[in-house]
Each structure stands twice: as C-alpha cells, then as structure tokens.
C-alpha cells in the first residue's frame, strides 16, 4: 500500500483518540499527518513526509491549539445556567416589591419576587440585584 493510505490512517486514528482526552493535542498531531499523507500523494520522499509532518503538528500545536483552548475556556467562562444564571444578575421592578410579594424582569423574563431584605420596599422602575431564588421566587436587593 501507498504511504498516503498509512498517514491518512495513522491520521484517523488520531483524531478517534482525541475524542476521548480532549487536549487537542492529538487532533493537531491528526492534521500534521494529513499534511504529510498530501505529500505523499504528491510523490515526495519519505524524509519530505516526515519534515512536512513535524512542521505542521508543531504550527498547529504553537499557533491552533492555544486560540482554540483559549475559546473554549473564554465561552465555559460564560456558560452559566439556570439559577446560576439569575443570582447575581440585575433586574427591573415591574410591580411592587415587598417581603410579602413582588414582579420583577430579569434577563428578559418576569419573575415573582420578594425583597430579600423584609424591611425594603421597591417600586415600580427600581433597579435591584438578584440575590437568591428560592423555588420560583427571586430574592432583590436595592442595585
């Protein structure tokens, strides 16, 4: 068999590996070997193949690598859901707050509320932080 078929398995295998570590360490050594089997397929020597493969996993692996962790890590920074979400966001007073009952508009959404504070009354147009859900109930403080 062609060397082109080995890099290009040797690739594959690569990249299947990579699934299950998730450095993406692997997947830049994959595309140095899909580089290489492009050589090989274009009839440059073994030497040439293994050159073009050390010089594209290293590229990948200094200049790929870092910009896609760096994405990752910047959109898991982001990434909060459901209650995480809510405390500690800002909210509008649509209806009276008190310690009894209240509505309030966080995140585009209307939530019961109650100040978090039983003394504190917010009026409607107030800006309040959201300092804890309880059930379905966001607890607001003054913003």
């Keep these: 068999m062609d060397a082109w078929f080995w890099w290009v398995i040797a690739g594959a295998a690569l990249a299947i590996a990579e699934i299950f570590t998730g450095t993406f360490v692997l997947l830049m050594f ?9 050589a090989a397929g274009l009839g440059a020597p073994y030497a040439v193949q293994g050159i073009v493969f050390a010089v594209v996993s290293l590229l990948a692996l200094a200049g790929v690598r870092p910009s896609i962790t760096r994405h990752l890590h910047r959109a898991a920074e982001h990434a909060d859901m459901g209650l995480d979400a809510i405390e500690g966001s800002e909210g509008l007073v649509l209806e009276r707050v008190d310690s009894d ?3 309030v508009k966080i995140g585009g959404e209307m939530w019961s509320a109650r100040s978090y504070d039983a003394t504190q009354v917010f009026e409607p147009g107030t800006r309040v932080r959201v300092i804890e859900v309880k059930g379905a109930t966001a607890l607001v403080w003054r913003e």
Aim: aromatic share 0%; no cysteine; charged share 10%.
């Design 101 to 103: 009952r209240g509505l």
């Design 30 to 38: 994959a595309a140095g070997t899909l580089a290489a089997a492009g």
